[in-house]
């Protein structure tokens, strides 16, 4: 019986398949036309919207900005779920928590409000180790699946009532150290907003440099890959699941640390997030840092700018008419890869 030579025989040609080559050169198709399809829907928009001009250009603006915060706590679950695959039900509910961290730090120690954010990052990441390595470790390793899920929501409850404790239901602020805006283009924005837009982008270019330039996230990309084959090769699957999740908590630590000069904190303000932060991760792809960042700024956008036609609640509708839409054509995300 003959074979084909490809790419992998060592005797035969250096060709690709056909069928191989065809998928490498779809993949890149899907974010450009996801791009395009974003852009004419925006011109459309201004073209024949039939609202005015500043108001949709602050609608951009502002819809920029908001998926920034969004790619900010889906950044570190992306990392979570593509990797361990677990369902962390808790990170709406870590997010309160390093927000209050923050608000702690800014108020009863003094501290200006975005070096508080530094001094809680190492405090998360040891908080999600931890989380891991005791609670979560042994059912990820059996590969339960239930387990995690229940524990993450278990851990949420506990989260959010401790806090709710200490702090009581009133609405606290988180005194900024930054004021003023700036106008771009008619659009007005604030000093605080950029910095967190801006925080989200270094935090995705950290991960993807820690993912694609180190010996670390090599091992983390073949525990996402293939664990048990990573564990063959000798990665120490158990260290980089709990190091994943340390360092995902630590993200969480950044968006609770840039947000909360602008939000309101109640021990349940990260709930609001969870949901969204879930369809930014699935509408970006598994485990896709880049993913996480277009689909946050693909959903900002798509609830601020629907606002000026569906007001309230009803700019969810578009975004979640978006979301299936995407993952009709693309079941694996904007940016997944296909298997």
């Not at 084909?4 to 398949?17: H, L, N, Q, W, Y």
């Not at 190492?122 to 390793?141: E, R, S």
């Not at 930014?280 to 792809?285: S, W």
């Amino acid at each position: 019986m003959t074979t084909s030579p490809t790419a992998t025989d060592p005797g035969g040609p250096t060709t690709v398949e056909p069928d191989r080559e065809r998928r490498s050169l779809k993949l890149p198709a899907a974010p450009l036309f996801v791009l395009a399809a974003v852009v004419v829907a925006l011109a459309l928009v201004y073209t024949v919207g039939q609202r005015e001009t500043g108001l949709v250009t602050q609608s951009v603006a502002t819809g920029l900005l908001l998926g920034g915060v969004y790619a900010l706590v889906s950044v570190g679950l992306t990392l979570i779920f593509g990797v361990l695959g677990i369902v962390n039900f808790a990170q709406g509910a870590m997010l309160t928590m390093a927000m209050f961290l923050v608000y702690e730090m800014s108020t009863s120690g003094g501290i200006p409000v975005y070096v508080a954010t530094l001094l809680a990052v190492p405090v998360m990441f040891l908080f999600g180790v931890l989380v891991q390595a005791t609670l979560l470790n042994k059912l990820t390793m059996a590969g339960n699946e239930e387990g995690p899920l229940l524990i993450t929501l278990g851990l949420s409850l506990l989260i959010v009532n401790v806090l709710l404790m200490i702090f009581g239901g009133r609405p606290l602020r988180v005194p900024g150290s930054v004021s003023g805006r700036v106008e771009i283009l008619d659009a007005i924005m604030s000093y605080e907003r950029l910095i967190a837009f801006g925080g989200a982008l270094l935090v995705a270019g950290a991960l993807t440099l820690l993912l694609r330039g180190t010996s670390f996230g090599l091992s983390i990309r073949a525990v996402s890959a293939n664990t048990q084959g990573a564990s063959l090769v000798g990665v120490d699957v158990s260290r980089v699941y709990a190091l994943t999740f340390g360092i995902g908590s630590a993200c969480v630590a950044v968006a609770g640390g840039l947000m909360a000069p602008f939000l309101s904190l109640t021990p349940s303000v990260g709930e609001q997030f969870t949901i969204l932060a879930f369809v930014i991760v699935v509408l970006g792809g598994l485990g896709n840092v880049a993913g996480a960042v277009v689909g946050g700024l693909i959903i900002g956008l798509v609830q601020t700018v629907g606002a000026l036609y569906l007001p309230g609640t009803g700019s969810l509708i578009l975004v979640f008419g978006v979301f299936v839409l995407v993952l009709f054509f693309r079941p694996q995300g904007i940016f997944g890869a296909t298997r």
